[in-house]
């Protein structure tokens, strides 16, 4: 769905020229504050809104407007003084600071959104906003959950819930308040952070959603922020979060946390001493198959085996591959990081692997792998390395590391197959894991 500004934008300067010819003197001076002619898709209620409403999206991806606007809709009538739908209203922040700073004196709060016939009196010494027509938005900070004991509202805007230090409480309390009218609603706007609460939300019936990254409000972002932004964290777990606004959960009883992948980022690569390219072929090969797992590892093998480190280097997994697409994606990996051998999972295909593969590269130095354990038990020596701080990460492995949150003790919870996890797990096998075994498997002499 296109907003008035994007078709503004795209219209040509007669079409523009018509349009505005064609208002009325009242409709052009209520133009710039018809916030549904401007809006971005995400920034507007879905059809049917429940009692809660969460915008969930990436910094700057305009969330604040959209709260300051669904406070305005909420609170303004057809007139300057005649009552809205809602007349008793809770701003809830992290802060008090920061609910006056953003959400009210920002430069996209509800001070600067309000027409000036309309625009609401700001009283500090009573923390409150109060409108022409007699509605009241009172201020309160999570810190102090129980200041919410006792009032009552039919609405509410809550910001920045994902990193609130009593995140539960304060919901929990607010929910008691939000009694009046005959069916009181609130909206979130929240960056998204892995908390039980948010989660607790989404899930309830009563919650709808609309998402948007940082790129969708580009138009009113500086292009620096937007350059130094993706060069800084593009294709990070930080980046999915903060960026693109996904909710990135850590499973019960994962091999891997989103803290672990983080701490082992790193933006330059080392002197590495092997570099290995693994592969896990799907069974088949056509649209609806698994993925084929291709993923690319150099190690450090300088000193005892037990002070090696590795390095993730790629992903170049391939879905819907044929199998000589995915054996061409595989050696054309090898090729372009110099790889010293190719590691293949050969359970499902046997010696049709290797064949295919040679088909492509009849030189390439190959060594098939066969799983003799299951996958959660080949993954916890490989999740051990990680706990070491011996694995680091460049970026750009958005999709594995989506993946390897997914791998638990229990077995994998995503959907699918862990194909891109499966082939990181050989690939460190063959580099760092068994060179680690053999290392402290002891000798035996002969006489």
Same mark, same amino acid.
């Given at each position: 769905?296109?907003?008035?500004?994007?078709?503004?934008?795209?219209?040509?300067?007669?079409?523009?020229?018509?349009?505005?010819?064609?208002?009325?003197?009242?409709?052009?001076?209520?133009?710039?504050?018809?916030?549904?002619?401007?809006?971005?898709?995400?920034?507007?209620?879905?059809?049917?809104?429940?009692?809660?409403?969460?915008?969930?999206?990436?910094?700057?991806?305009?969330?604040?407007?959209?709260?300051?606007?669904?406070?305005?809709?909420?609170?303004?009538?057809?007139?300057?003084?005649?009552?809205?739908?809602?007349?008793?209203?809770?701003?809830?922040?992290?802060?008090?600071?920061?609910?006056?700073?953003?959400?009210?004196?920002?430069?996209?709060?509800?001070?600067?959104?309000? &027409?000036?016939?309309?625009?609401?009196?700001?009283?500090?010494?009573?923390?409150?906003?109060?409108?022409?027509?007699?509605?009241?938005?009172?201020?309160?900070?999570?810190?102090?959950?129980?200041?919410?004991?006792?009032?009552?509202?039919?609405?509410?805007?809550?910001?920045?819930?994902?990193?609130?230090?009593?995140?539960?409480?304060?919901?929990?309390?607010?929910?008691?308040?939000?009694?009046?009218?005959?069916?009181?609603?609130?909206?979130?706007?929240?960056?998204?952070?892995?908390?039980?609460?948010?989660?607790?939300?989404?899930?309830?019936?009563?919650?709808?959603?609309?998402?948007?990254?940082?790129?969708?409000?580009?138009?009113?972002?500086?292009?620096?922020?937007?350059?130094?932004?993706?060069?800084?964290?593009?294709?990070?777990?930080?980046?999915?979060?903060?960026?693109?606004?996904?909710?990135?959960?850590?499973?019960?009883?994962?091999?891997?946390?989103?803290?672990?992948?983080?701490?082992?980022?790193?933006?330059?690569?080392?002197?590495?001493?092997?570099?290995?390219?693994?592969?896990?072929?799907?069974?088949?090969?056509?649209?609806?198959?698994?993925?084929?797992?291709?993923?690319?590892?150099?190690?450090?093998?300088?000193?005892?085996?037990?002070?090696?480190?590795?390095?993730?280097?790629?992903?170049?997994?391939?879905?819907?591959?044929?199998?000589?697409?995915?054996?061409?994606?595989?050696?054309?990996?090898?090729?372009?990081?110099?790889?010293?051998?190719?590691?293949?999972?050969?359970?499902?295909?046997?010696?049709?692997?290797?064949?295919?593969?040679?088909?492509?590269?009849?030189?390439?130095?190959?060594?098939?792998?066969?799983?003799?354990?299951?996958?959660?038990?080949?993954?916890?020596?490989?999740?051990?390395?990680?706990?070491?701080?011996?694995?680091?990460?460049?970026?750009?492995?958005?999709?594995?590391?989506?993946?390897?949150?997914?791998?638990?003790?229990?077995?994998?919870?995503?959907?699918?197959? &862990?194909?891109?996890?499966?082939?990181?797990?050989?690939?460190?096998?063959?580099?760092?894991?068994?060179?680690?075994?053999?290392?402290?498997?002891?000798?035996?002499?002969?006489?």
């Amino acid at each position: 769905m296109r907003s008035g500004a994007d078709w503004l934008a795209s219209a040509t300067p007669l079409e523009v020229e018509e349009f505005l010819d064609g208002l009325s003197e009242n409709a052009l001076l209520a133009l710039p504050w018809m916030f549904e002619f401007w809006a971005l898709p995400h920034q507007l209620p879905p059809a049917g809104a429940g009692k809660t409403w969460v915008i969930m999206g990436g910094r700057g991806a305009g969330k604040t407007r959209a709260g300051s606007e669904w406070v305005r809709a909420e609170v303004e009538g057809a007139g300057p003084t005649d009552s809205g739908r809602s007349r008793r209203v809770a701003l809830v922040g992290e802060t008090v600071d920061q609910v006056i700073a953003v959400m009210i004196e920002g430069e996209s709060g509800i001070l600067a959104c309000s &027409p000036p016939d309309r625009r609401p009196e700001w009283q500090a010494t009573k923390k409150q906003l109060v409108w022409p027509n007699g509605a009241i938005a009172q201020v309160f900070s999570a810190h102090d959950p129980n200041s919410l004991r006792g009032p009552q509202f039919d609405a509410a805007w809550v910001d920045e819930l994902a990193k609130w230090p009593k995140a539960e409480d304060a919901w929990d309390q607010l929910q008691f308040g939000l009694r009046l009218g005959e069916n009181p609603r609130q909206v979130v706007t929240t960056t998204p952070q892995n908390v039980g609460v948010l989660k607790d939300i989404l899930k309830n019936p009563s919650t709808v959603m609309t998402h948007a990254p940082t790129e969708a409000n580009r138009a009113y972002l500086a292009a620096s922020f937007l350059e130094e932004v993706r060069v800084r964290y593009a294709g990070t777990t930080k980046g999915a979060q903060e960026l693109d606004g996904l909710l990135i959960e850590d499973a019960e009883g994962a091999l891997w946390t989103t803290a672990m992948l983080e701490a082992g980022r790193i933006s330059e690569v080392p002197r590495l001493q092997r570099i290995v390219v693994a592969v896990d072929p799907p069974v088949t090969g056509h649209g609806k198959s698994d993925e084929c797992g291709i993923v690319v590892v150099g190690a450090i093998t300088e000193g005892p085996t037990q002070d090696w480190q590795a390095v993730v280097l790629a992903d170049c997994s391939v879905k819907g591959a044929s199998p000589d697409q995915w054996a061409r994606a595989a050696i054309a990996a090898m090729d372009r990081f110099g790889a010293d051998r190719l590691v293949a999972e050969v359970n499902q295909g046997g010696d049709l692997v290797e064949k295919v593969i040679r088909q492509v590269d009849p030189l390439v130095p190959y060594r098939a792998v066969r799983a003799s354990k299951g996958k959660t038990a080949r993954a916890e020596p490989v999740s051990a390395l990680y706990e070491q701080g011996r694995v680091s990460h460049v970026r750009g492995l958005a999709a594995l590391e989506a993946q390897m949150l997914q791998m638990t003790r229990h077995g994998y919870v995503g959907k699918g197959s &862990p194909d891109r996890v499966d082939a990181l797990v050989w690939a460190l096998t063959d580099l760092i894991v068994e060179p680690a075994e053999t290392y402290r498997r002891p000798q035996v002499r002969g006489i």
